[in-house]
Nanobody, 123 residues
Framework: QAQLVESGGGLVQAGDSLTLSCVGS????????LGWFRQAPGKEREIVGY????????YYSDSVQGRFTISRDHAKNTLYLQMNSLKPEDTAVYYC????????????????WGQGTQVTVSS
């Protein structure tokens, strides 16, 4: 069973930076589009951004554009989420996700989920 395992969450203050990592257990993930979703308490899970398997093109939601950066290391089968200028509204459980398709906008696009890692931003 292919797995995605996130790490790097924690408690930070507003304005701080944090980097999340997601390691894929299956080498096939290197040819999948990978991304991050998040779910805040009482809210629906939403896309943060993703990076395509082809040409490593990235997409970001408006709420994180310019503050967050997604990158991947194909050799390490690892996905990263660099989060800068964090805000209290970024507080959520962050989930790594993978799709065999090219785009990763919706929950229905996801073929594999990680278990999630908590990010809490205090004001």
């Amino acid at each position: 069973q292919a797995q995605l395992v996130e790490s790097g969450g924690g408690l930070v203050q507003a304005g701080d930076s944090l980097t999340l990592s997601c390691v894929g257990s299956d080498r096939r993930f290197s040819s999948y589009s990978l991304g991050w979703f998040r779910q805040a308490p009482g809210k629906e899970r939403e896309i943060v951004g993703y990076i395509s398997w082809f040409e490593d093109r990235s997409y970001y939601s408006d709420s994180v554009q310019g503050r967050f950066t997604i990158s991947r290391d194909h050799a390490k089968n690892t996905l990263y989420l660099q989060m800068n200028s964090l805000k209290p509204e970024d507080t959520a459980v962050y989930y790594c996700a993978a799709t065999r398709g090219q785009t990763l906008y919706y929950l229905s696009d996801v073929d594999y989920w990680g278990q999630g890692t908590q990010v809490t931003v205090s004001s």
